[in-house]
């Protein structure tokens, strides 16, 4: 529902915040105050959750990231690595949603809460952490799959229930390195 929901509201506002930056450093500016402000999260990432490095380039030329500051909606900005091509979408994002401020369907009246949406982390950590897990370049894993329904298909079927961090370079600092944690949508357009 909330990955409709998100895939809905880019659709209908069509226009992207981001791709490849904002500014000089490439780092969206609510996205440099909300690394700034973040806590990091107790929630470490698990050596078998999986690990994508991912260079964001603009739209239509592979990997695209886009930036939302809904403070309507979101408790933190959301974050979406979007890939697209012959009638499949996909994307990773990472939305933290405010329950009160949506009507749920399961919602039921007076005095009860509506249900907690999923948290997601964004952790901060050494470089030296990526040698622990194996990590797949999304940039070249999407040049893999344009134009084959097959792997395409495949990529939703590994990746659709499993608990993903991003490894986008451009949030990439010194010797650290953020991961941001995400979900995954597929839609078949």
Same mark, same amino acid.
Request: proline share 4%; aromatic share 10%.
């Given at each position: 529902?909330?990955?409709?929901?998100?895939?809905?509201m880019?659709?209908?506002?069509g226009?992207?915040?981001?791709?490849?930056?904002?500014?000089?450093?490439?780092?969206? %500016?609510c996205?440099?105050?909300?690394?700034q402000?973040?806590k990091?999260s107790?929630?470490?990432?698990?050596?078998? =959750?999986?690990?994508?490095?991912?260079?964001p380039?603009?739209?239509?030329?592979g990997?695209?990231?886009v930036t939302?500051?809904?403070?309507?909606?979101?408790?933190?900005?959301?974050?979406?690595?979007h890939?697209e091509t012959k009638?499949?979408?996909f994307m990773? =994002?990472?939305?933290n @949603? =405010?329950?009160?401020? @949506?009507v749920?369907s399961?919602?039921?009246?007076k005095g009860?809460?509506?249900?907690a949406?999923?948290r997601?982390?964004v952790?901060?950590?050494?470089k030296?952490?990526?040698?622990?897990?194996?990590?797949? =370049?999304l940039?070249k894993?999407?040049?893999e799959?344009?134009?084959s329904?097959?792997k395409m298909?495949?990529?939703?079927?590994?990746?659709?229930?499993?608990? @993903?961090?991003?490894?986008?370079?451009?949030?990439?600092t010194?010797?650290?390195i953020?991961?941001?944690?995400?979900s995954? %949508?597929?839609v078949? @357009?």
């Amino acid at each position: 529902m909330i990955k409709l929901l998100t895939l809905l509201m880019l659709l209908v506002e069509g226009s992207e915040r981001d791709s490849t930056g904002c500014d000089g450093t490439g780092i969206p %500016a609510c996205l440099q105050e909300y690394f700034q402000h973040v806590k990091d999260s107790v929630r470490e990432p698990d050596l078998n =959750d999986v690990f994508m490095v991912v260079s964001p380039v603009e739209k239509g030329k592979g990997v695209y990231r886009v930036t939302w500051n809904d403070t309507m909606q979101f408790t933190t900005p959301s974050i979406e690595y979007h890939l697209e091509t012959k009638g499949y979408y996909f994307m990773l =994002d990472h939305v933290n @949603i =405010d329950g009160s401020k @949506i009507v749920h369907s399961n919602y039921r009246g007076k005095g009860e809460k509506p249900l907690a949406l999923p948290r997601f982390s964004v952790r901060t950590l050494p470089k030296t952490f990526l040698s622990k897990v194996k990590v797949m =370049d999304l940039n070249k894993r999407f040049e893999e799959m344009k134009g084959s329904k097959e792997k395409m298909l495949e990529f939703k079927e590994e990746f659709e229930k499993k608990r @993903i961090w991003v490894v986008d370079e451009t949030f990439m600092t010194g010797d650290l390195i953020r991961l941001v944690e995400t979900s995954f %949508a597929f839609v078949t @357009i």
